[in-house]
Antibody
Framework: EVQLVQSGAEVKKPGESLKISCKAS????????IAWVRQMPGKGLEWMGTIYPGDSDTRSSPSFQGQVTFSADKSISTAYLHWTSLKASDTAMYYCAKSLDSSGHDIDSWGQGTLVTVSS | QSALTQPASVSGSPGQSITISCTGT?????????VSWYQQHPGNAPKLMIY???KRPSGVSNRFSGSKSGNTASLTIYGLQAEDEADYHCCSYVADSTLVFGGGTKLTVL
């Protein structure tokens, strides 16, 4: 059974750094893309970007380019989303999600989400 | 890339059918048969309901059906049930392993 287990909720201050994680199991981690999706309070889903853990190839939405970093550690089947300097506007639920196949054309399985709250 | 356009809300009575539209451009929805739909109940993660325009994952009811015409994709739910009340999000492949979502549609079962 495919499982994506995300790290717990975070409360941070503006300007702080943060790395949240997504641990995968039940499939070959290196041959499917992992996408990150933001959902701001009461809003829709926004595709932030994706990483192919096999070679760490990444793609980013123009809206998030330069704002976050995607990484993956193959040895522990875990993907990460990293901020160097958080803003209040980063307050949202963040989901990781696995691609349907190695092409990255669709998303099928989702993590449970990590709630990030940024407040002074 | 701009978000796909979905109606903010739709509603229907139990047993009825409803259709949710998802309008993109010739660069996304119109270029690829790679539109997916996700159901999201409050407080839960999204769940894949339709992929590649009209394919259903194992376990998804055949009351859910997808289609596409030009730059607009649609999700139709037949025989509405109370448990179908949720938010529905469409998503399209754009290019080079990038995706774009719609703004989401809240379905109310009256």
């Amino acid at each position: 059974e495919v499982q994506l287990v995300q790290s717990g909720a975070e409360v941070k201050k503006p300007g702080e750094s943060l790395k949240i994680s997504c641990k995968a199991s039940g499939y070959t981690f290196t041959t499917y893309w992992i996408a990150w999706v933001r959902q701001m309070p009461g809003k829709g889903l926004e595709w932030m970007g994706t990483i192919y853990p096999g070679d760490s190839d990444t793609r980013s939405s123009p809206s998030f380019q330069g704002q976050v970093t995607f990484s993956a550690d193959k040895s522990i089947s875990t993907a990460y989303l990293h901020w160097t300097s958080l803003k209040a506007s980063d307050t949202a639920m963040y989901y990781c999600a696995k691609s349907l196949d190695s092409s990255g054309h669709d998303i099928d399985s989702w993590g449970q989400g990590t709630l990030v709250t940024v407040s002074s | 890339q701009s978000a796909l356009t979905q109606p903010a809300s739709v509603s229907g009575s139990p047993g009825q059918s409803i259709t949710i539209s998802c309008t993109g451009t010739s660069s996304d929805v119109g270029s690829y048969n790679l539109v997916s739909w996700y159901q999201q109940h409050p407080g839960n993660a999204p769940k894949l309901m339709i992929y590649e325009v009209n394919k259903r994952p194992s376990g998804v009811s055949n009351r859910f059906s997808g289609s596409k015409s030009g730059n607009t994709a649609s999700l139709t739910i037949y025989g509405l049930q109370a448990e179908d009340e949720a938010d529905y999000h469409c998503c399209s492949y754009v290019a080079d392993s990038t995706l774009v979502f719609g703004g989401g549609t809240k379905l109310t079962v009256l």
